[in-house]
C-alpha cells in the first residue's frame, strides 16, 4: 500500500467476483478461515444473492476496502434474527495478504463500528477469530473490544492440532 491511500465504501452487488476472490485467496491459506478450499465452493451468482440480502436487510451492512482502485479487504456484519438479539450481531474481515498489516483491517473496523453507533437497533458488535491470529487479536483490543469467552479446541486443523475460538465483542451504545 505504501504511500497509495485505502479508500473504504458500502459493498455493492457488482462487487461480488472481487469478494469473492478475496475470500478464496484466504481460504486457501488455511490460517484465518474456518472453510478449507474444498468447501468452498461458491459462485459469483451466489455471491451476489448474498450480497443483495445484505443489502436489503436493515440491520446489516458491508463495506469493501480498495487501493487504487483494487480490492483489498471487506468486512460483512450479520445481525441475529432472534427478536431479544436484534441489538447484537457479528462481524467477518477479510483482507488479502499483500494489504496485511497496512491498516485497512483497522479501517474496515472503524467504518463498521462507526455504522453500529448510528444505527438505531445495534448495540453490540461481537467477533470471534482464532487464537492463533494475535496480530488480529491485539487490533481488536486496540479497538476497545474485550474478550467474553473462547470455545477450546473448536477447530482442528489436524490430529493433535487444535485452535480455540476466541470470542470478543464490544459495546457501541449503553
Do not use: C
Not at 2 to 7: D, E, F, L, P
Not at 82 to 91: N, Y
Amino acid at each position: 500500500m505504501s504511500k497509495h491511500k485505502a479508500v473504504v465504501r458500502l459493498v455493492r452487488v457488482e462487487d461480488a467476483e472481487a469478494v469473492l476472490s478475496i475470500q478464496r485467496e484466504v481460504v486457501g491459506e488455511r490460517d484465518y478461515f474456518i472453510a478449507v478450499s474444498e468447501e468452498f465452493n461458491k459462485t459469483t451468482e451466489e455471491h451476489q444473492e448474498w450480497i443483495q440480502k445484505i443489502i436489503e436487510h436493515e440491520r446489516e451492512t458491508m463495506f469493501l476496502a480498495e487501493v487504487e482502485g483494487e480490492a483489498a479487504g471487506w468486512i460483512v456484519f450479520k445481525s441475529q434474527e432472534r427478536k431479544r438479539m436484534h441489538h447484537t450481531g457479528s462481524f467477518a474481515i477479510i483482507i488479502k495478504k499483500d494489504y496485511r498489516n497496512k491498516g485497512i483491517g483497522k479501517l474496515l473496523i472503524n467504518e463498521l463500528l462507526q455504522w453500529a453507533e448510528k444505527h438505531p437497533i445495534i448495540e453490540k458488535v461481537s467477533l470471534g477469530t482464532f487464537s492463533t491470529n494475535t496480530r488480529a487479536i491485539e487490533l481488536y483490543k486496540k479497538l476497545g473490544f474485550v474478550e467474553e469467552g473462547r470455545k477450546i479446541n473448536e477447530l482442528k486443523f489436524s490430529e493433535k492440532e487444535y485452535v480455540d475460538d476466541v470470542l470478543m465483542y464490544k459495546m457501541v451504545k449503553g
